[in-house]
């Protein structure tokens, strides 16, 4: 009898290399497929690019790696007969929702290195190119870039910089373990397992 295929991690691609360094690390039995991180920028089309991806694979036992990023994401899920990871989003699943909390009131703007590569292309898709209304849209709430930097970061300092001076605010730089990454991941995954239907 063939064996079934390992569930699958579906999710934002933000955070793949530290994903795929913690499945290595771990030796979990699942496989992944991610999507454009940009997608959060415009709410159809991440709904268009989730739900086409779950129909794909709906032969699948997925795990679905995202927070709370699209007003109808439980309604999809739920649809689809699946759930996600937990966490409001992708950066409090990094820091963990005690140090996500404090720097979101102080003001907190987060950057990774996957929008950092592509600041300009995020920022104008969602704003326009007129440089002080980025400006504006900014700085009327946030005081800072908060730049992630994970073992699995390459250095991306020079283009940190570029979108910090693009949207006006000043840089602050932080050094995240994956440790609380690893437990929300495990979470899921053992969640998975446990209801896995046993093979016939």
Known sequence: MTAPPAPLLLGCGILHKEIRFLIMKNGWPIETHFLDSALHIDFDQLSHALTTALNRHAEREIIVFYGACHPLMETILDEAGTFRTDGQ?????????????????QGAFFLLEDWARRWEQVVTA????????????YRGDRNYLLCLS???????????????????LPLRWLDVSLDHLETVLQQAINRKLRAKPCPK
Not at 89 to 105: I, K, Q
Not at 126 to 137: D, L, S, W
């Open 150 to 168: 994970t073992p699995c970061s390459a250095d991306f300092r020079s283009k940190a910089e570029a979108a910090g001076q693009m949207v006006g």
């Open 126 to 137: 969602t704003f326009g190119t007129n440089r002080q209304v980025i400006r504006e849209m």
């Open 89 to 105: 989003n992708c950066v409090e699943m990094l820091l963990g929702p005690e140090r996500f909390s404090a720097e979101l009131e």
